[in-house]
């Protein structure tokens, strides 16, 4: 009895440690690696930063608070509030739990228009005997994409059909 005793305490004891260290973060680890990521891949890094001292002073400040954290969810605090230094709205990071769920594409429920190029387009649009302002060929600034848009068959609304486009998920 005495001997399982002894095994029980030890294989709780060596549990514990193991339990604890899964819900642990290295959160200076994160911290640099987001600034590595920031400083190599955001167009705007130069422009806000200039000759880096005040973000390196930030970048310090945050390391040093991150010494203190051992929680994703904490972590996650002190990078945004290291983020927001840059005041855009497109840096951010977030946590969602333990579980990484990649993105799924989901079908649209979007009009087609089978094999309609510029030219079927353009032709609809010649055979449309009084159009309105909003009906006709559409295209992005810099040509991300290209649509057609017209009044939708109930007359209450438009429609969207895409000609072309560089993002082949669209």
Known sequence: MQKLFWLLLFLICSMAPA????????CQAN???????IRINYPGFQLKTGKGTAIQSV?????????KVSSPKDCQ??????????GDGHLGVSYS???????THKIQNTPVWPNLTESVARRF??????PDSLTGIWESYESFYKTL????ADDKGYQAFL????NQNW
């Open 31 to 37: 911290i640099d690696s987001v600034y590595h990521h």
């Open 163 to 166: 000609i072309q486009t560089i």
């Open 19 to 26: 339990h604890s260290v899964q819900d642990n973060c290295n």
């Open 97 to 103: 739990g333990d579980v990484f769920k990649p993105k």
């Open 59 to 67: 970048y310090s400040e945050a390391r040093l608070k991150a010494l």
């Open 149 to 152: 848009i017209c009044k939708s």
């Open 125 to 130: 649009l010649d055979s449309i005997p009084h």
């Open 77 to 86: 605090k002190i990078i945004n509030t290291f983020l927001s230094w840059f």
